[in-house]
């Protein structure tokens, strides 16, 4: 029988938690691997097994799981039975030589674990006869400390599994078990680096997206829903709401003296997208802000934009340079999509010097003369959602 053995975070999943968060990865394993002939995903002694059926193929179970956040480590394994009381080391043998097979290697060795302890033979015995099988079957060499392949043999209560080799997984929580938060989604680089990390602790997100129409094309749009179906693969059902926010800039514009209406719009942004966080009963909203980017990430202004917010307003990427946050990118696969160009509604009636040391009281006064109640509403009244799942 082929399984895949998935290995979760043990500190992250210890305590009285543990079967909520077990759970959730057992249901959330289970919807990711849809279509790819999985007979069972059950909890087994603090592990999560995943059944193949004999047509499933491992390279896309293997490429889902690994993005499937509370995942450490997973691997193909070879499960054989486990007589108590007649050890039999030639179902081990027989399932090592199979797992090797396809396998380029020059050295290895062998690890196994005792989950049973009622098993007579140590691990120490059992990687000493299966290695030496091994070198008489192939010809390759021993290497305890540094091996192109380690064997892991795990021996349970009533079967042993045999798996070469350990793929990562992307660790983090699983989906779900941190509640759920709203991601402000530009369409830039940054902000989707921001949503992956708080989907990586656990939340489930909800993307806003505010885009310039009527006065500019759709092209801000496509990209976020481009951005939010990748996004999607990761946790698997995702809503985004679309706020026109074209008309709202520019009733600001009207109302307010250029340098201050970059912070003006962010505060319009916070407030119309904490209604929608209520809807989805999201407990925070998070931005792609990082420390002195750009005019509204000034260290005066980032203050001057959280006043507008209610729920707690979390910058996952605040400490992070550009750099490192463009490579976080690249490695999750928003790159590509978010540098394509487009028309941002940020870039509507942005003014030539925008105030980078804003003050709370000063911008308080400027909003009394906008009708702040009535803008909300226009946002939310023309809002649509879109809604994507995966696979
Ligand atoms: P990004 O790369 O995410 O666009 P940025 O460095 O360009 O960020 P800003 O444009 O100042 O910085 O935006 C800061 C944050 O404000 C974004 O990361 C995003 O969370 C939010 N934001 C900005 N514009 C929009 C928008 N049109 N719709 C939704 N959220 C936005
Ligand atoms: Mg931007």
Known sequence: MRCAIVHYHELALKGRNRPFFEGKLVRHIRTALKGLGIARVEPLQGRIRVVLKDEARWEPVKERLTRVFGIANFS???AVPLDLNKPNLEFLKSAAGEVIRDIPFSTFRVSTRRADKRFPLTSMDVDRAIGAHIVALTGKKVDLSHPDLTIHIE??????????????????????????????????IDSPVASYRMLKRGCKATFVHFHGRPFVTRASEEKVREIAELLTRYQLYSRLYLVPFGEIQRQIVLGAPAPFRVVLYRRMM?????????????????TGDSLGQVASQTPENLGVVEDAAHL?????????????????????GTFETSIE????????FVPAHPSTRTSLDYI????????????????????????????
């Open 312 to 332: 707690p307003l979390l910058r996952p990427l605040i400490g992070m340079d550009k750099l490192e946050i463009t490579e976080q990118a690249q490695q999750i």
């Open 155 to 188: 021996m349970m209560a009533r079967q042993s599994y045999v798996a070469a080799g350990k793929e990562q997984g992307p660790g983090g929580m699983p989906t779900g078990v941190s509640g759920k938060v709203a991601c402000l989604l530009s369409g830039g």
């Open 341 to 348: 160009p487009d028309q941002d509604c940020c870039k509507l």
């Open 76 to 78: 193909l394994n070879h």
């Open 364 to 391: 308080r006064k400027v909003e009394r003369g906008l009708d702040i109640d009535t803008l909300v509403k226009q946002g939310l009244d023309k809002t649509e959602l879109a809604e994507f799942t995966y696979p």
């Open 270 to 286: 916070v407030r119309i997208a904490e209604e929608l966080a209520r809807r989805d009963k999201c407990w925070a909203l998070v």
